[in-house]
């Protein structure tokens, strides 16, 4: 016993098992929050309760059950209610009602001893609008293309008119985005240039009828898309339903309002995995609604790799140059050792500092300069002189700027001398060898810091929120007006958006299945840029591992 201890072998079990126990804590994790996530679009079955209040008077609910819980009696002695059948407790049960516009709250509890009858009829229709959440209730009549349909004639033509409605809404969101969009550049455009030749004295009469006539060809192209604009609104809201809530009323809800209607009681697993996978695919590719409690994440899955690719960019060439510097041309003097010591504290400071730095460097030093020298006619209004997608990938720069550093020059420092002596003998100087010889060796590591730079860089929200990320962005930072590319814009992040719909939303329930979901997407953005760096890396080391030799 003594001499296996001595081996070394229990540690090593121990630390296998730990590691194992560790991998497979992550994996649960991240299962669990996969499971909590996806099962939101999931299609759940919509009840029908039969109530009785305290009073004695029944009423019904409509609405999906989310979660039941056994309240003990000491609890509903405290809080002063009273059950015929109270025993150790009484069960009660959360229900989405939604139609909130005319329910006070679309999140109710109902108690179980107050419920005469529950059912699921296959009538009842889940329609998801645009604003106002999801509505319940029997569909009675449909209107469409001046048709009103009743009965089971609505089945037929319940999907046509929803789609041919959400048709034109994506034609007129298009239209306004990118026709009349490109109109509004091109004006500001002409606006900031007729300004600057005002300020800098250039402003003859020519010049600026040409501005003008270029101004109201402009504005002729804009009233014509308007009124295309016009004629698809118009067209979307001809049409609609009229539904029956579990009050009893009958509502109108415009067919303009509705993103898809579905009816879960009556749906078979085959139509239910469609209706998931539909559902999963229009949260990776919609904008967000509501507030960013309903819609999809799109905008911010844009953002947060756009933002980690300019962060590579950027402070790869600047970490590489680093570590060369450190440790194949600085001495081993005082100076060397102090950038050392700086480089490895840098690594510990929290990252709401980074974020305060680069608002007050980045932000108002160099944005307000590049304003003052570039942008003057822009102003009052800041072009660089405010928070954007440029500024906030400096900032991540700069913070994950030390493992780059530190993990590009452990990778130089495992090249043998021998490799470098034997370089420069045969006639190659010192920048050919780092070139051609060192750096290929050394790329392995590089990648290496850069996947760990990755890594950190995409979860970080703090610094973010100071320097470019907002709740909503109506822009992206890539369109298709020049340059294509606006590093000036502000831009939406997943991570801000957990946090924003996890703790500012004023419906926590609603909002909470997003979390998981948000949660779950962000670490699989991260998981694929860290597997394509891997691959990157596997890549280099296959191709210079000759040079191992």
């Known amino acids: 016993m003594k001499r296996w201890i001595k081996s070394g072998s229990p540690w090593i079990w121990l630390t296998s098992g730990a590691v194992s126990l560790s991998l497979l804590s992550v994996l649960g994790l991240l299962c669990l929050i ?72 679309d999140f109710r509890w109902v108690w179980l001893p107050h419920v005469l009858s529950e059912t699921t009829p296959g009538s009842v229709a889940v329609i998801e609008r645009r604003n106002n959440g999801n509505f319940y209730g029997d569909i009675v009549q449909l209107q469409y293309n001046g048709n009103h349909y009743q009965g089971d004639a609505i089945l037929p033509w319940l999907e046509t008119a929803v789609d041919e409605a959400q048709t034109l809404n994506a034609q007129a969101s298009a239209l306004q985005r990118d026709d009349i969009g490109r109109i509004n550049f091109q004006l500001e455009k ?24 270029q101004q109201q060809a402009l504005q002729r192209q804009y009233q014509q898309q308007e009124q295309q604009l016009l004629q698809y609104r118009q067209l979307a809201t001809r049409d ?40 999963v695919w229009r949260f990776v590719s919609e904008e967000p609604r509501e507030a960013n409690t309903e819609g999809g994440v799109y905008p911010a899955i844009f953002g947060t790799v756009f933002m980690v690719l300019l962060m590579a960019v950027i402070v790869t060439p600047f970490g590489v140059l680093a570590a060369v510097y450190l440790h194949e041309y600085a001495g081993k003097g005082l100076l060397t050792r102090v950038i050392r010591i700086a480089v490895i504290n840098l690594a510990g400071v929290p990252s709401i500092v980074y974020g305060v730095f680069g608002l007050g460097f980045f932000v108002y030093v160099v944005g307000g300069s590049l304003d003052q020298l ?64 060192v750096l290929p060796m050394a790329s392995p590591a590089i990648m290496t810091g850069l996947i760990l730079a990755v890594a950190r860089a ?12 907002v709740k909503l962005a109506p822009q992206l930072p890539m369109d298709g007006n020049f340059p294509f590319v606006h590093l000036e ?45 891997i691959g990157v890396r596997n890549h280099l080391r296959e191709r210079y591992r000759h040079l191992d030799h």
């Not at 002409?190 to 006539?213: F, H, N, P």
């Open 34 to 105: 996969a499971w909590r996530g996806l099962i939101y679009f999931w299609p759940a079955p919509v009840y029908q309760w039969q109530l009785q209040d305290p009073q004695g008077q029944p009423y019904t609910v409509i609405g999906e059950r989310y979660e039941r819980e056994q309240v003990s009696a000491e609890v509903l002695a405290d809080a002063g209610l009273t059950f015929a059948q109270q025993g150790q407790g009484v069960e009660r049960m959360l229900v989405k009602t939604g139609n909130r516009e005319y329910v006070p709250l």
């Open 374 to 437: 570039f942008y003057a006619e822009a102003l009052p209004s800041p072009t660089f002189g405010t928070p954007g997608v440029l500024w906030s990938a400096l900032t991540l720069a700069i913070l994950t700027l030390p493992v780059v550093i530190v993990s590009t020059e452990e990778g130089l420092a495992r090249i043998p001398h021998s490799v470098r002596h034997g370089s420069l003998a045969l006639g190659a100087t010192k920048a050919e060898t780092l070139w051609r010889l």
């Open 458 to 469: 995409a979860g970080e929200v703090a610094p973010l929120m100071l320097v470019g990320v």
């Open 190 to 213: 002409l606006r900031l240039q007729q300004r600057k030749q005002v300020l800098d004295g250039t402003d003859s009469a020519a010049a600026l009828a040409q501005i003008e006539q």
């Open 240 to 279: 609609q339903l009229l539904v029956q809530d579990m009050r009893g009323e009958q509502v109108v809800i415009p067919l303009a309002q509705v993103v898809q209607v579905h009816f879960p009681n009556r749906m078979s697993w085959y139509q239910k995995l469609n209706h998931w996978l539909h559902g």
């Open 489 to 533: 814009r502000k831009f939406m992040h997943l991570g801000f958006h957990i946090y924003d719909v996890g703790f500012q939303s004023p419906n926590v329930e609603a909002t909470r299945p997003l979390v998981y979901a948000t949660a779950f997407l962000l670490v699989s953005v991260i998981v694929a840029l860290n597997l394509t760096a």
